[in-house]
Structure formats: C-alpha cells, structure tokens
C-alpha cells in the first residue's frame, strides 16, 4: 500500500502551510516596518501619534487571533478560518497601497489627506481581522498534519517556523527598499502581493491536507442564527461589522490600552479565585511559575518590539546605513584598498577551493607565503592604483550599479531574520549538548538569559552613541550588535514559552491560559509602542534637524532600557531556584 504522499520525509501539507505562513509573514513585516515612517515621514505624524497607531495595530493584530482561533475550533474549521482570513489580508494590503497627497505645512497648519488616512485605517483594520483568522490556524493544521507520538512533528514545526522567518526576511528587504526608495504605495503593495500569492498556495494545496483543516461539525454550520440566516453567514457577516469598530480602536491608542489593562484585571482576579479554589499544591505552583513568566514575557517582548518602533526610526535618523562607498576616497588611493584587499584572500580562498594546498602547508610555510601576498598589497597600497574610480563609473555607466549601497531604516528590520537562520540550529544543538550533560537551563533561567540579552542589545546602541563620526552618526555595525543579541535573547525564551503553557497549566484550562498568553504578546506590542515614545523628538518631515541631538537623546533612552532589561533579569537569576521547586519536577 501506497504511504502518504510526503516530500523529504514530512507531508506535502506541511509545505503548503509553510508557503501561506511565509507569504502571509512577508505581507504582515513588509507592512509594519514601514508603519512608522509612512506616517511620520509622508502624512507628516508626529512621533507620538505614529507610535500611537503602530501600538494599537499591533496590539489588536495579536489580540484577535484568540477570538479567531475561538470560532475555527467551534465552528469554521481551520480551512475555511484561513481563507476568509487570507481574503481580508489582502484587501486590507490593497487599501495600504493607496497613498493619497502628501501631507504639507501651509502657514503653519498642517494640510493631511484625510481621505486616504480613512482609507489607511480602514485597511489596517482588514489587515488586523484577517490575521485574527488566519494566524491561528495555519499553525494548528501544522500541528493535526502529524499523529500523537509522531517524532517528526518537532522537525516540522522548525520547517513550519523557518518559513515566518523566511517572509520576515525578505519582506523587510524588498518592501523596505520600494517603499523608501520609490513610494510607501510600492512597499505596502508588494506585500499585498506577498499575501496573495500565499492565498493562492493555500486553495491550490487543500488536497494535501487531509481534511485535517476542515470543520468537526459541518451541520452545526448551517443551521441558522438568531438573524435568519446560517452561523457560517452569520460569522463572516459579524467579522465585517467589527470591521468599523476596529477601525475607531486603531485611532483610539487610549481606549485599545484602557481594555487591555482591564482584561489583564481581570485575569488577574480569576487566577486568584482559581488557584485557591480550584487547584492543589501542585497545580497551584505551576500555575503561579506560569503566571510570573507570563508576566516576564511582557517584559522581553517590550523590549524586543523596539525594532518597528524606536530602533527604525533610530536607524533611520542617527546610524549611517551606508554599507559600501567607493567615492569617498581620492581616486588614487581608492584602487590600493579593492587590490591589496583581494591579493591577501586569494591563498585562502583557493585554498578554501581546494585548489591549492595552502591548507595543509605547515605553519612556517603558511607564514612565508602570508609574507609574501602581504608584500605584494603593500605595494599595491604604496603605488595607489586607480581602478576603482574607473570601475565604479564602468559600472554604474553600463549595469546602473551604485557606487554607494545603502540600506534603508526598514531594511535593517531583516537583520533578525537573518540572525535567526544562522544561529537557530547552534542553540539547537546547544540545548541538547547542554541536556545530554545535565548542564541545560531551565525554563526560568533562560527567561532571565533572554531578558538580559535584550538589554544588553540596547548597551551596543549607547555604545555606540559614544563614538559617532564627524556628522554626529553612528557606525551600522552597532545596530547589527544589538539585533544579535536581541536574537541570541529571542531564542532563549521564545521557543520555550509555549511550550511553558502547554507543560504548567491545568489541563481543563491550558486553551485559556493559551489565550492568556497570546493576550500578553498583544499587551506587550502596546506597551512597547509606549515605552518608545519616550524617545519622541520634533522633526520637519520626519528628518531631524540637529543628528547629534537626536543621537543623545536616543542614547538616554536605549540606557534607560538597558538597565530595565539587567535588573529584570537579575530578577529572575535570583527567582529562578523558587520558580523551578513551584514547577514541580517540570523541566
């Protein structure tokens, strides 16, 4: 008999839910990267008022997946959830590309398109019921795609996360680079693309997914509402009723935070009721460990959210995001550097080509030949060649090269991506080395770990700020030594946290306490977007005025976060033995 059509070893299913996740990614970060500077630069926001927008959207767009993930158990099934998701996304991306006329100052009265930034709102709140269905669900048909006890459901789930990262990746690099270099309509339009074409995926693939993503109770279904017509009706047509609220509520940065807190009152005193009345002493010290975590999470997640807040509009204003210049030097100097440069590399790089035996020279050899290409640069560097002047403009006359690369503010967004793909497999590995030798973290420590690399992320940046160059901006590389180590930080606690969940709850509540959970990533997106407007600043269009000005008053408050991030995880250094006896043998 014939087994089930798989591709290297997973089901073909899995790669239809990788390739709609990642295009969906790549609309969802394509799009939210470029959030604040669209609004600062081309409607003319203020900082606060654009970070007040991005705060509500994103505190929404992870708040409504638990209502979304809600109706798709209950009633839709995770199929049709993901289509009318995935149609609202890409309507929503559509309105994005509209830009309308550029805000302008006319006698000291700012002049908005009002119009277009109605059409921008309603968007975002398409964008925001979408991701409510669509979210949850992908990664559930991931998870119903491999049997209980199926040891391959761990790999797939690697595969299902690197396809986010995928889209993340990209999308900050070709919507960044369209929407900053030729129109924020090019940048939010590609992502509507992106979107699309993951949609397209995704009705193509339905074969491939075993009916794992169809609806339990199909009857249940059709049967009708209190308004006359079947729940299915009745559910699509309830999402775009909410639509208008949800449009309000991203104008409402206070009212969105005032519910948040009271939900967050809330569950606070049910958790009290419940731990008390309903859980023994096991349970009730599990539950508290997760609670607390819960509530370092919003602490992390906080910080790390900076990256579409204050450290784009950092990146953006203060870090010279020129990566390559060949015209800054005088022409008859600028060659030395090119061919003393690649005179040095060529042993090791036909050695690394096997084309030599460079490699297996001995050290005294390697260090005569080291000698002798070293000489050879050196008088390339005496003499000055001038070729790279000359082959700048070969290749800017013929293939349109630049001889400046810079990146954009939102572009730079890609460097978790990136960091992401390089170092997920070594903490991998690391995790299972330091388990086979009984050294392995817990739960509780590699939170305080995670914390801590957070912080120290924004030290780099005050670092930084310390040795700017004649213009008052700060080198690139300070910002890529932040991204590092929020990543290094992302991969201690992320991967463990719902897993946290899914290990401490009491069984008859882990969905609530999974909704709780999701509830304090949202929470956290809105209060980072808070946190950053301490960093505010006066600009004309979006661009400072003084960058060494906007530069200290960057570095106080990167300071200010640093700290937080430190104490936060001494915090939890010193709380991480009580923690780990409250779990009760969990690792």
């Not at 009265?109 to 669509?134: C, P």
């Not at 401490?504 to 882990?510: D, E, F, G, T």
Request: glycine share 12%; aromatic share 14%; proline share 3%.
């Amino acid at each position: 008999m014939e087994d089930k059509q798989e591709i290297f070893g997973h089901p073909k299913g899995l790669y239809i839910c990788f390739l709609t996740e990642m295009w969906e990614r790549f609309s969802f970060y394509g799009m939210k990267f470029l959030l604040v500077l669209y609004l600062t630069k081309y409607h003319l926001f203020t900082d606060n008022g654009g970070l007040d927008v991005l705060g509500a959207y994103a505190g929404l767009v992870y708040a409504l997946p638990v209502i979304g993930g809600m109706l798709a158990d209950r009633y839709l099934g995770m199929r049709k959830a993901v289509i009318f998701g995935g149609i609202m996304l890409c309507f929503g991306h559509l309105g994005l590309a509209f830009e309308g006329d550029q805000a302008k100052m006319v006698d000291g009265t700012l002049i908005q398109d009002d119009f277009a930034l109605n059409i921008f709102y309603f968007s975002l709140a398409l964008i925001i019921v979408g991701v409510g269905f669509l979210k949850p669900n992908i990664s559930t048909i991931v998870g119903k795609l491999y049997e209980v006890g199926d040891k391959r459901r761990d790999s797939g789930f690697t595969i299902f996360y690197m396809g986010i990262n995928l889209g993340s990746f990209w999308a900050t690099i070709l919507c960044g680079y369209l929407g900053e270099n030729y129109g924020w309509g090019y940048g939010f339009g590609l992502a509507g693309i992106g979107m699309l074409l993951g949609l397209v995926v995704f009705l193509w693939g339905q074969k491939y997914l075993e009916g794992h993503a169809d609806p339990e109770n199909p009857a249940v279904l059709k049967e009708k509402s209190p308004i006359g017509i079947n729940k299915e009706l009745t559910i699509y047509l309830g999402s775009l009723v909410c639509v208008p609220l949800i449009w309000f509520l991203v104008q409402s940065n206070s009212i969105v935070h005032n519910t948040l807190n009271g939900m967050a009152f809330a569950v606070l005193v049910w958790l009290i009721w419940f731990l008390y009345k309903e859980c023994n002493k096991v349970e009730r010290g599990r539950m508290t460990v997760l609670a607390s975590l819960t509530l370092f999470t919003v602490v992390f997640w906080a910080l790390f959210e900076q990256s579409a807040a204050s450290m784009t509009l950092y990146a953006d204003r203060v870090v010279d995001r020129v990566l390559v210049d060949m015209t800054y030097l005088p022409n008859e100097t600028t060659g030395l550097y090119a061919i003393a440069f690649i005179i040095i590399l060529i042993p090791f790089i036909t050695g690394f080509l096997g084309r030599s035996k460079f490699y297996t020279m001995n050290n005294a050899e390697k260090m005569i030949v080291g000698i002798l290409f070293g000489v050879i640069s050196l008088v390339f560097i005496y003499k000055g060649i001038d070729t790279i002047g000359f082959a700048g403009e070969v290749a800017e006359s013929v293939s349109g090269l630049p001889v400046i690369w810079e990146v954009t503010a939102v572009q730079t967004g890609s460097l978790n991506a990136m960091f992401i793909f390089l170092l997920a497999p070594l903490f991998a590995w690391l995790w299972t080395f330091l388990s086979k030798n009984k050294m392995e973290p817990g739960t509780p420590l590699k939170f305080g770990l995670g914390i801590l690399q957070a912080g120290l992320g924004f030290g780099a940046l005050v670092l930084g700020a310390t040795m700017p160059d004649a213009s008052g901006k700060v080198a690139y590389i300070w910002i890529v030594l932040a991204y590092l180590l929020h990543t290094t930080g992302e991969l201690c606690l992320s991967p463990v946290g719902l897993s946290a969940v899914t290990k401490l709850s009491v069984p008859k509540v882990v969905g609530f306490m999974m909704g709780v959970w999701f509830l304090a990533t949202a929470y956290s997106e809105l209060v980072a977007a808070q946190i950053a407007k301490f960093a505010s600043m006066d600009t004309e269009g979006g661009v400072v005025a003084d960058v060494a000005a906007a530069s200290a008053i960057y570095a106080d408050f990167f300071s200010s976060l640093m700290w937080v991030g430190v104490a936060i995880s001494v915090v939890l250094f010193v709380l991480s033995p009580l923690m780990k006896k409250g779990m009760h043998g969990v690792n």
